[in-house]
Antibody, heavy 116, light 111 residues
Framework: QVTLRESGPGILQPSQTLSLTCSFS??????????VSWIRQPSGKGLEWLAH???????RYNPSLKSRLTISKDSSSNQVFLKITSVDTADTATYYC????????WGQGTTLTVSS | DIVLTQSPASLAVSLGQRATISCRAS??????????MHWYQQKPGQPPKLLIK???NLESGVPARFSGSGSGTDFTLNIHPVEEDDTATYYC?????????FGGGTKLEIK
């Protein structure tokens, strides 16, 4: 079955770089049309799409954050990565990875707190 | 960016009755063949769960009490008859263009 699991540092200080990993199973990111997105949700608030990577390594970013985001993948190890530079308190949120452009499978999320 | 406006922000529906949630897009998210609008249910402490994809296609395993409709810029999620387990926040999301965006959410309470 399809599963995704996010991992991250949990807490960062302002200006540091966030590195997130999405480890998945049950599908291949080498398969045509497949892709994985990162989405975040501040506590008690709505959902914000961040970035998407396709099976052919094409990448799409939310323009509002594009200068700070880098998405990448390792299809052989079934992992997708997201880096966010220069974090601040506004980046405090739960970060999810999800499959495809209609997000049919989600991980449980990893929580990030940015605090000095 | 395409703005998705959900209404109402919250609603309370009696057990067994119908819940109707609207999502209006700031521009069309549809072709003649596909509407790139999707619906999710999120319960506290859980990730969202896909209910409906491409406006009206029920995701596998989702009860037939859930249905979606609409085209162009106006879309609707219906739940009938509602059950206690449907207490949750519901979101619409488009995949028409980058950036994908979500509606602000509709909180459903079952009376």
């Amino acid at each position: 079955q399809v599963t995704l699991r996010e991992s991250g540092p949990g807490i960062l200080q302002p200006s540091q770089t966030l590195s997130l990993t999405c480890s998945f199973s049950g599908f291949s990111l080498s398969t045509s049309t497949m892709g994985v997105s990162w989405i975040r949700q501040p506590s008690g608030k709505g959902l914000e799409w961040l970035a998407h990577i396709y099976w052919d390594d094409d990448k799409r970013y939310n323009p509002s954050l594009k200068s700070r985001l880098t998405i990448s993948k390792d299809s052989s190890s079934n992992q997708v990565f997201l880096k966010i530079t220069s974090v601040d308190t506004a980046d405090t949120a739960t970060y999810y990875c999800a499959r495809r452009e209609f997000f049919d499978y989600w991980g449980q999320g990893t929580t990030l707190t940015v605090s000095s | 960016d395409i703005v998705l406006t959900q209404s109402p922000a919250s609603l309370a529906v009696s057990l067994g009755q119908r819940a109707t949630i609207s999502c209006r897009a700031s521009q069309s998210v549809a072709t003649s063949n596909y509407s790139y609008m999707h619906w999710y249910q999120q319960k506290p402490g859980q990730p969202p769960k896909l209910l409906i994809k491409y406006a009206s296609n029920l995701e596998s395993g989702v009860p037939a009490r859930f249905s979606g409709s609409g085209s162009g810029t106006d879309f609707t999620l219906n739940i009938h008859p509602v059950e206690e387990d449907d207490t949750a926040t519901y979101y619409c999301q488009h995949s028409w263009e980058i950036p994908y965006t979500f509606g602000g959410g509709t909180k459903l309470e079952i009376k």
